[in-house]
Nanobody, 124 residues
Framework: QVQLVESGGGSVQPGGSLRLSCEVS????????IGWFRQAPGKEREGVSC????????VYADSVKGRFTISRDDAKNTVFLQMNSLKPEDTGAYYC?????????????????WGQGTQVTVSS
């Protein structure tokens, strides 16, 4: 089993930045993809970005390309999501999750382990 703990959420004005962290612990050997997801009130959970733990390849949702950057620090077992130029539509609960699949995916159903989430609010 793997455990994921998110941190770094908060409230910022439009145009601001936040960096989310996802600390991964436990039996991580079988988990090859770490993803970030978000869910706004009344909306379905959507994929934001994910990264391969083996080769570092990444994928992003069109809505965040050029503004968000996913990265990993293997020594700290942590995956980061740097969010710049934040917009009000980026508001929501952000979750990280782990998948045993070997291909990059941003489908929530492909991820079996989830963190508790961290809230991001972008408002003036």
């Amino acid at each position: 089993q793997v455990q994921l703990v998110e941190s770094g959420g908060g409230s910022v004005q439009p145009g601001g930045s936040l960096r989310l962290s996802c600390e991964v612990s436990g039996f991580t050997f079988d988990y090859h993809i770490i993803g970030w997801f978000r869910q706004a009130p009344g909306k379905e959970r959507e994929g934001v970005s994910c990264i391969s733990t083996s080769d570092g390849s990444t994928v992003y949702a069109d809505s965040v390309k050029g503004r968000f950057t996913i990265s990993r620090d293997d020594a700290k077992n942590t995956v980061f999501l740097q969010m710049n130029s934040l917009k009000p539509e980026d508001t929501g609960a952000y979750y990280c999750a782990a998948s045993t699949l070997l291909i990059l995916t941003m489908t929530p159903g492909d991820f079996g382990s989830w963190g508790q989430g961290t809230q991001v609010t972008v408002s003036s």
